[in-house]
């Protein structure tokens, strides 16, 4: 049966009753002065389950949050711990002294070698330097 509010007007009091769905719509008498008194509506607290509810996308968030700040701090230590990377000028793995000779010996192969400029201007900068 289920659980329903009422408030009389002589007494203005509140009280609960459980009333069965048959007399869904019948008065009831006021428990402190016996008038008859109405049923009135109730909040009823009640959980909404699956996603797409506020409550579990917040609690989801702080969950991604946290892992990627403790994912953060482990690629920062790797960075700290592992050795700088270090391109060695080379031509299909063939070893030259510079990036320009490794333009050069691209160029008399046929391939393309716009892609080495980048790496012989800053080579020629840092001979500069």
């Not at 009091?13 to 008498?29: G, I, S």
């Not at 909404?48 to 949050?65: P, T």
């Amino acid at each position: 049966m289920p659980t329903y509010t009422f408030r009389c007007d002589a007494c203005e009091d509140d009280f609960e009753r459980l009333v069965p769905l048959a007399q869904f719509d019948d008065p009831q008498a006021c428990e402190a002065c016996g008038a008859v008194a109405r049923r009135i509506v109730t909040a009823v607290p009640f959980t909404l389950v699956g996603d797409g509810w506020a409550s579990k996308n917040g609690r989801i968030e702080k969950q991604m949050r946290a892992k990627n700040s403790g994912l953060k701090k482990r690629q920062d230590e790797r960075k700290r711990e592992a050795p700088g990377v270090v391109l060695t000028p080379n031509v299909d793995g063939e070893r030259v002294g510079s990036w320009k000779e490794a333009k050069d010996l691209a160029s008399s192969k046929g391939k393309d070698a716009s892609t080495y400029d980048a790496v012989v201007r800053k080579e020629e900068a840092a001979k500069k330097s």
